[in-house]
């Protein structure tokens, strides 16, 4: 993302010429006030016009004769910020803020920013706070606050802030596209198009973004007609634009079979685009999307190839944002350490748990690895007119962090955690859905959080009457399945970079899994994803028996109920619009070479689950 600003009171761009800065060059004598302050603003002007080498230069000269100049801190501090050295840039912008008697709105805010993309929120919120004190009209200062506001999932709050920016200036496209893109955040893709529609509507000339991310959404929707409608909107204004080649690379793809010309134009048209003109994200997405339409058209090795290249543009990012794949993988060895047969035997004996008042039914979690046909179950699920489905809402673990002590003691806290912290959890938790308009009263309500497979304690200790829907699917297609996906990265999802990572996490959450069923009296229904496609009512009558609940025609289209749903957060929203299809089955085989070196560490869940090597 690039800085809010350039340096206040500065020209911002289209110069063009290297020219030397008075005083600065070999000068015996210290520059004056006026050399220092004509040779900011030539480096200004090289930075607006992306000349970052030049900029940093003449920064870095004006430094050499006075180390603590704030305007040359900040601006070095936006160069690193260009380039990704987060870090760097709060370092060299925080001490340009320390530097400056009276640091600027501008200024804070741009400290704001690496702070925010380093998940610093507090820190970044109060740079932004300070800049609002000083400009309470600096709409830049409301739409940078929105952002990581977004980033630590705080979205109405994010919105109202977008919206303050455009009451301060209603041609902020930026600020549109935010509030669309909280929107999608929330699943809400329709709503999200209303702030696009408003973009189009209020600003002369809409930039580039606007069209591309219209063309987005309507993909979203699965609407291919009008996604590659705005994707050629967007490329009439830049033909080379990457977001809006990729969209429609991507419609072309889910509209036509492998052997089409239009892959093969599609595919094109994204190998030819200049990669080290495009940001690390926007390499990943078009490796990504390259693979998908490889892998149509049979191409295996070039697919892999091209999945490789996407998880290695999202390890780049990771690493920017500070993403360490091993915090999760450590919290998930901390749970499995603490529980062993030795400490459950030790869990003190708690009183069964009465109906929650209000509820027409104990609540429901949907869990299974990601990529075991958890999006899909959910369609079906939620096509029934008595269920209500949520999506990866992290409630479970948010309502532990609620309560400290259990969240500072866990999995240990288990052991005996009180009737009263119970209740309380149980209050927190079923609060939190009921402010994302769960009905409790009418409809029994499914947590569909995949990875809530590895707090199976917590669920049985907190939730002693939840019935628990597991997921199943080879285990070899599950692993290849997220290793080719390209999923917004967490903590957790980290791990999917890498086949031996991949398997590594699936080794170590199946055999905690595995655990709880063996020591915890959990009642779960199984459903396997192989069974699903092949005849879905089969599969899932012994699951609505599980909820008592009959079948209902319209679960035997889920790709009719997820098209007018309308609301997929999950990456899966393109398979799960689809008609049912088996050709995800065993399609490990066709990457089989490729999958040989993490199959013996498989092989043991592999026949454990009943499949075939």
């Not at 939840?466 to 290793?483: E, G, Q, T, Y």
């Not at 009512?537 to 319209?554: H, I, K, M, T, Y």
């Amino acid at each position: 993302m690039r800085p809010t600003v350039p340096l206040p009171g500065v020209a911002g761009g289209g110069f063009r010429a290297t020219v030397p800065m008075p005083g600065l060059a070999a000068a015996p004598r210290p520059p004056s006030a006026a050399e220092i302050t004509e040779a900011m603003r030539i480096a200004a002007a090289h930075f607006g016009a992306r000349h970052l080498r030049q900029a940093e230069m003449i920064a870095e000269k004006v430094l050499s004769a006075v180390p603590t100049q704030p305007d040359a801190l900040h601006l070095l501090g936006l160069i690193a910020f260009e380039t990704g050295a987060y870090d760097k840039a709060e370092r060299l912008i925080g001490s340009a803020v320390k530097a400056s008697r009276k640091p600027s709105a501008n200024m804070l805010v741009n400290y704001g920013n690496p702070l925010r993309e380093q998940g610093k929120f507090d820190e970044a919120r109060n740079a932004y706070d300070r800049a609002l004190k000083l400009d309470p009209a600096y709409a830049d200062a409301y739409l940078e606050r929105g952002i990581m506001k977004k980033y630590n999932y705080e979205y109405q709050s994010a919105l109202d802030d977008f919206a303050k920016a455009i009451e301060l200036r209603p041609d902020y496209a930026l600020a549109y596209a935010r509030s669309s893109e909280v929107k999608m955040d929330m699943g809400l893709f329709r709503e999200a198009l209303v702030f696009c529609n408003q973009a189009l509507e209020r600003i002369p000339q809409p930039p580039v973004s606007i069209f591309s991310l219209m063309a987005n959404l309507h993909d979203r929707l699965s609407e291919l007609d009008k996604a590659r409608e705005y994707a050629e909107k967007a490329l009439a204004l830049d033909p080379l634009n990457p977001e809006g080649t990729r969209i429609w690379a991507k419609a072309e793809r889910r509209k036509h079979a492998g052997g089409s010309p239009a892959l093969v134009e599609a595919r094109r048209r994204l190998a030819s685009l200049d990669k080290a003109s495009m940001t690390i994200e926007q390499r990943r997405i078009n490796d990504a999307e390259l693979a998908q339409i490889c892998e149509k058209q049979g191409d295996i090795d070039a697919a892999f190839g091209y999945f490789e290249a996407m998880n290695s543009a999202a390890a780049v990012e990771a690493d920017i944002r500070h993403i360490d794949k091993q915090i999760y993988v450590d919290e998930v060895a901390t749970v499995s350490a603490g529980i062993t047969r030795e400490a459950v035997a030790k869990w003190q004996e708690l009183p069964p748990v009465a109906p929650t008042t209000g509820h027409r039914a104990a609540h429901v979690f949907l869990v299974g690895f990601p990529r075991s046909g958890t999006t899909l179950l959910d369609q079906i699920m939620d096509a029934h007119p008595d269920v209500q489905v949520f999506e990866e809402l992290p409630t479970l673990i948010k309502a532990r962090n609620r309560l400290k002590r259990l969240q500072n003691e866990y999995p240990a806290s288990l052991a005996d955690i009180s009737e009263q912290e119970r209740a309380e959890f149980r209050k927190i938790y079923f609060e939190e859905y009921e402010s994302v308009g769960a009905k409790f009263g009418e409809k029994i309500v499914v947590n569909k959080m995949p990875l809530n497979l590895a707090h199976g304690g917590l669920i049985q200790r907190v939730f002693p009457d939840a019935k628990i829907i597991f997921a199943l699917r080879h285990p070899a297609d599950v692993v290849l399945s997220c290793f080719m996906q390209d999923f917004q990265l967490n903590f957790s999802m980290a791990s999917c970079l890498t086949l031996q990572d991949t398997a590594k996490l699936y080794d170590q959450v199946m055999t905690l899994w595995q655990r709880y069923r063996e020591l915890l009296p959990l009642n779960v229904v199984e459903v396997r994803y192989e069974n699903l496609v092949r005849d879905l009512r089969s599969e899932v009558e012994p699951v609505l028996d599980f909820l008592g609940l009959p079948w209902n025609e319209a679960q035997a289209d889920p790709a009719a109920h997820a098209l007018a749903r309308g609301t997929i957060r999950t990456p899966s929203y393109a398979q799960v619009t689809q008609p049912i299809y088996a050709s995800a089955t065993d399609r490990w085989r066709r990457y089989e070479k490729h999958l040989a070196p993490v199959l013996p560490l498989l092989e043991k869940h592999i026949r454990q689950f009943g499949y075939a090597l």
